[in-house]
């Protein structure tokens, strides 16, 4: 089973991303929306964490929360509008969000 885990909340104000981390299985993926977006912070620990798990990772981030916190999102990170949310709960079995 898939699950899409939803992270809203900056990664530098709790442990959240971390945790996630720990659970995301290879058929999983994370959406970066709000806040969360900052995990993508060149130069930072949440951004290193990301790229160590890039080789079973697939991450997403809310362009709309990209760009209204001016954040460039890497290559490897895919940038979905609010329709591309809304196919992403759709394509995954599950959705989790971190609240």
Not at 23 to 41: F, K, N, P, Q, R
Not at 70 to 76: F, K, S, T, V
Request: glycine share 6%.
């Amino acid at each position: 089973m898939s699950t899409l885990h939803v992270l809203s909340h900056s990664p530098f104000s709790d442990s959240r991303l971390n945790s996630c981390l720990r659970l995301v299985g290879e058929h999983d993926a994370i959406l970066l929306c709000g806040d969360a977006t900052y995990s993508l912070t060149p130069a930072s620990a949440p951004l290193q964490a990301l790229e160590d798990r890039l080789g079973g990772l697939k991450l997403f981030a809310l362009e709309e929360d990209m760009q209204a916190r001016n954040i460039q999102a890497p290559a490897w990170a895919s940038q979905v509008d609010y329709a591309g949310f809304v196919d992403l709960t759709i394509r995954f079995d599950k959705v989790n969000s971190w609240l």
